[in-house]
């Protein structure tokens, strides 16, 4: 590993190591449960949360790297047991720059009912341009569950897919933007929940979606100085 590629997984093992912390402040996991990992930019690399480490014992000394086959390159622990999910996705989708999985209970109620959350709210237009998907069932440890993160996201709007009878997963162009979706899929599928059991809501038209998440995406938030669209923050 020479010096600029160290010195970006240095950088990146804290990033991830912080943003484990956005989980637990939103409650999107419990005990060891759900991780956080980030591609390393022109490498073929990820930086992932270990398996089984206690949140408060997180840090940047604790988070393994590896090749996006899998393999152990960096660090003195197993990496999570989603792992090959992960390293699928960034194999298969190399504008992802971000991975993140909770069990967020919301969300993960309607991954057991393998039901879409529908696009009933604004905010949700804004983020995920219409419905949060399901993904098929898979079993844990192998590259099943990145297949079907693929397969469901691929030409997508969504960054969020719930994976049937397991939870969710995020993806972003880096992972702070990952760990954005997870904590917005939550909200949303909350909010959804709350909704429909006082009724049926109301749908919103296509077209107002589009145009909700399009001016999200390219308009909403702060610009640089030359002209560009910041990073997409709700107030």
Same mark, same amino acid.
């Given at each position: 590993?020479?010096?600029?590629?160290?010195?970006?997984?240095?950088?990146?093992?804290?990033?991830?190591?912080?943003?484990?912390?956005?989980?637990?402040?939103?409650?999107?996991?419990?005990?060891?449960?759900?991780?956080?990992?980030?591609?390393?930019?022109?490498?073929?690399?990820?930086?992932?949360?270990?398996?089984?480490?206690?949140?408060?014992?997180?840090?940047?000394?604790?988070?393994?790297?590896?090749?996006?086959?899998?393999?152990?390159?960096?660090?003195?622990?197993?990496?999570?047991?989603?792992?090959?999910?992960?390293?699928?996705?960034?194999?298969?989708?190399?504008?992802?720059?971000?991975? /993140?999985?909770?069990?967020?209970?919301?969300?993960?109620?309607?991954?057991?009912?393998?039901?879409?959350?529908?696009?009933?709210?604004?905010?949700?237009?804004?983020?995920?341009?219409?419905?949060?998907?399901?993904?098929?069932?898979?079993?844990?440890?192998?590259?099943?569950?990145?297949?079907?993160? /693929?397969?469901?996201?691929?030409?997508?709007?969504?960054?969020?897919?719930?994976?049937?009878?397991?939870?969710?997963?995020?993806?972003?162009?880096?992972?702070?933007?990952?760990?954005?979706?997870?904590?917005?899929?939550?909200?949303?599928?909350?909010?959804?929940?709350?909704?429909?059991?006082?009724?049926?809501?109301?749908?919103?038209?296509?077209?107002?979606?589009?145009?909700?998440?399009?001016?999200?995406?390219?308009?909403?938030?702060?610009?640089?100085?030359?002209?560009?669209?910041?990073?997409?923050?709700?107030?």
């Amino acid at each position: 590993m020479n010096t600029d590629t160290a010195r970006q997984v240095r950088a990146l093992r804290e990033t991830v190591a912080r943003l484990h912390g956005e989980l637990t402040r939103y409650a999107l996991v419990a005990w060891t449960a759900g991780n956080v990992s980030a591609r390393v930019p022109g490498q073929d690399l990820m930086v992932i949360k270990p398996s089984g480490v206690d949140y408060d014992a997180l840090t940047a000394e604790t988070m393994v790297v590896c090749d996006l086959n899998g393999t152990v390159v960096d660090g003195g622990g197993a990496p999570s047991s989603d792992t090959a999910a992960h390293a699928y996705v960034y194999r298969a989708m190399p504008q992802v720059g971000g991975v /993140v999985h909770t069990h967020s209970s919301y969300a993960t109620a309607w991954a057991a009912r393998g039901e879409a959350i529908p696009c009933w709210l604004t905010a949700q237009a804004d983020e995920f341009g219409g419905e949060i998907p399901v993904g098929p069932f898979a079993l844990i440890g192998g590259d099943d569950i990145g297949k079907g993160i /693929v397969s469901t996201l691929s030409g997508h709007r969504s960054p969020a897919v719930l994976m049937r009878n397991h939870g969710v997963f995020t993806i972003g162009r880096d992972a702070r933007a990952a760990v954005k979706a997870a904590v917005m899929c939550e909200d949303v599928a909350r909010t959804a929940h709350l909704a429909r059991a006082l009724g049926q809501p109301l749908p919103m038209a296509q077209a107002d979606i589009s145009s909700l998440h399009d001016r999200y995406q390219n308009v909403y938030g702060q610009r640089s100085t030359g002209g560009s669209p910041g990073v997409p923050r709700r107030s």
